[in-house]
């Protein structure tokens, strides 16, 4: 189990490698001339070296590329805005905890309302609760979550009055933000949970634990519901991975400085490390996510737990063993 | 010597009705019947039929441009002479939606097929090698993964620039791995079948095998996850317009209407409604279809 998780936390490293390659890439085939954002397209010739000098753009891409893993490594940086000059980490920072309170605020809605409802469906299969639970989950599923935010704003702030608009001045303002992701993401929790739960209640299991008379409650939740939580918890995983990426349109929506609106501010003013860094952390995030879900899996699926105990042995008991054999001739 | 006839032989006789006696449909026969049963799926269906054809015959069935203005009738709400009104330069709503749909679907079908063909060759060809080229591939996979798919998308867009065709590829590299992992893994479960150890014995080569032996009878999740592909990628272009990126004014695109449409949130609200519904119901039919797909498709739901 151990090495398990070992193994998987040093597989970080090439992903994260990768991911930084993936955005130097796309960085260095961007069209558009950083120096002119900045200078404005009539500056003279001069002014433009003299900048593009100061931002390092003048060195070849293999160096640039380089210097920015060192200086990750080294001093823990990720590089300095074109724009404001300030370090994009100290930036980030500054915003990330709107994102990520975003991000789990509404991932605890989805759970919270998605498993319920969910299991609940798959529980009592064609009932009203399980049709009407599949139609509101499927629309929820077929909206454009920005949009959903859109009419939510059309609702409650602007007809009803209730909430504000935009902006997160006071914990009114986290409603409307939290309940367009957080709905978007119950209603495929909930079509998780139901499939799960329909696969779980046909085994032999469950028949067995009815036909030793136990109560249908026990039944449902302790060996129906258990078994059934191994998808519904990948599935949270990702949902909190297109929770983060759908969190970049809806702090547009709503107007919250977070890390999606920071980097599409840096992406239309071509500041390149603005746009880097926040690819960087959202997918070192997204990453440590699916690892805690990957170890968390292995933990609930005794399958995963026994593939790395069945090999026995221990390398050092091995080696005993063998010296012993050895011994024996 | 006398018929024996068990449960099982008379219940497919008698969906053989009239059919020779002993007549087995074939497994997509079967299922494409299965599914004309399941009447959400066929609703999805004709829904999603009506969406095509309306986008077929656009010019036959609207009387304004989707692209002139007309500034002496501005955000005028639903009428008989507009019927979903008009936007801020005078355009009608129901042209511009009728024409929308010419590009909103066969983009996301299109960003679907292509990331099912590239992802599908590169998962089939790497569940079929194995060994190291399968490891690096799926690494791959991994890397493009660690990214989520919406910024993934951004980003390429930011890097190709605006553009129909540049959606489609930012939306496929987004999508390559997803359908990569779907195909490695729908392999793995005909890899090892009997018959494809007697193709080989009798010659077959590698892409006889891969692509006539075993892509067919793993073909059922592949379709599955496609279909929902189209409805996912309808929404993610919507969202990838809605933020400027990819598609531009004043192509009538659902999406960037409702990017223009945003600032007339409160003075008229049916601009913003009426795009978004289009792109709900849509997606819905597509999502209907998909879960009666999955259903006749599936096995173990017989």
């Known amino acids: 189990m151990i090495r398990f998780v070992i193994r998987r936390i040093l597989w970080l490293i090439p992903v994260l490698l990768g991911v930084i390659t993936i955005v130097f890439i796309l960085t260095a085939i961007t069209p558009g001339d950083p120096v002119s954002m900045l200078v404005g397209e009539n500056a003279s010739e001069e002014t433009r070296q003299e900048v593009r000098a100061e931002l390092g753009l003048d060195k070849p891409l293999v160096y640039r590329y380089g210097k920015y893993i060192v200086d990750i490594v080294t001093k823990g940086s990720i590089g300095v805005s074109y724009k404001t000059k300030k370090p994009v980490w100290d930036e980030i920072m500054l915003r990330f905890p709107n994102t990520i309170k975003l991000a789990l605020l509404s991932l605890a809605v989805a759970i919270l309302v998605g498993v319920p409802l969910g299991v609940l469906a798959g529980v009592k299969q064609y009932s009203v609760i399980d049709n009407a639970c599949i139609i509101a989950s499927l629309i929820f599923c077929s909206m454009p979550e920005f949009w959903l935010g859109l009419m939510l704003i059309l609702a409650f702030a602007v007809n009803l009055g209730w909430v504000p608009a935009f902006g997160i001045r006071s914990w009114l303002g986290w409603i409307l933000p939290v309940a367009t992701l957080g709905l978007r993401a119950a209603a495929n929790i909930a079509r998780i949970s139901r499939s799960s739960m329909l696969d779980v209640v046909r085994q032999d299991y469950i028949r067995t634990a009815r036909a030793k008379g136990q109560k249908e409650s026990v039944v449902m939740l302790k060996h129906g519901l258990r078994n059934a939580l191994i998808p519904i918890i990948t599935n949270v995983g990702s949902q909190l991975g297109s929770l983060l990426g759908g969190a970049v349109t809806i702090e547009t929506v709503f107007s919250i400085s977070g890390i999606g609106k920071y980097m599409l501010d840096g992406l239309s003013g071509r500041d390149y490390p603005v746009m880097q860094g926040g690819v960087l952390i959202l997918a070192f995030v997204f990453s440590i996510i699916n690892l805690l879900v990957d170890i968390a899996y292995a933990f609930v699926d005794p399958r995963i737990k026994a593939k790395y105990k069945s090999h026995g042995i221990s390398k050092a008991e091995r080696k005993k063993l063998l010296a012993s054999f050895a011994k024996e001739g | ?302």
């Open chain 2, 1 to 302: 010597m006398s018929k024996i006839v068990t449960p099982a032989i008379e219940r497919q006789m008698k969906i053989n009705k009239r059919r020779p006696v002993g007549y087995i449909a074939s497994p997509f026969k079967e299922a494409w019947r299965r599914l004309a049963r399941n009447k959400t799926a066929v609703a999805g269906l004709i829904v999603i039929a009506i969406f095509i054809i309306v986008a077929i015959i656009a010019p036959w069935i609207t009387k304004y441009d989707p692209t002139a203005q007309d500034y002496s009738c501005t955000l005028q709400p639903p009428s008989a002479e507009h019927i979903f009104g008009t936007d801020n330069y005078g355009r009608d709503i129901f042209s511009r939606i009728v024409y929308g749909a010419r590009v909103s679907l066969p983009i996301g079908l299109l960003c679907a097929i292509c990331s099912l063909v590239t992802g599908g060759v590169i998962g089939i060809v790497a569940a079929y090698f194995g060994g190291l080229f399968e490891d690096i591939i799926m690494r791959l996979c991994d890397i493009i993964q660690a990214i989520p798919p919406m910024l993934l998308a951004i980003a390429v867009l930011a890097a190709l620039g605006n553009g129909i065709d540049k959606m489609i590829i930012a939306n496929t590299i987004a999508l390559i791995p997803l359908y990569a992992r779907i195909s490695r893994a729908a392999i793995y479960t005909v890899k090892e079948n009997d018959y494809i150890e007697a193709g080989r014995a009798i010659g077959a080569g590698n892409l006889r095998l891969m692509f006539k032996h075993m892509l067919p009878n793993a073909l059922g999740p592949i379709i599955v996850t496609t279909t929902f592909g189209v409805a996912g990628c309808i929404l993610v272009v919507s969202s990838l317009s809605y933020l400027g990126l990819g598609i531009t004014a004043p192509t009538p695109e659902w999406g960037s209407m409702l990017s223009n449409a945003r600032e007339f949130l409160t003075s008229a609200p049916y601009y913003i409604i009426i795009p978004g519904v289009m792109i709900m119901i849509t997606v819905f039919a597509i999502n209907l279809f998909g879960d009666g797909l999955r259903d006749a498709l599936d096995p173990r739901l017989k």
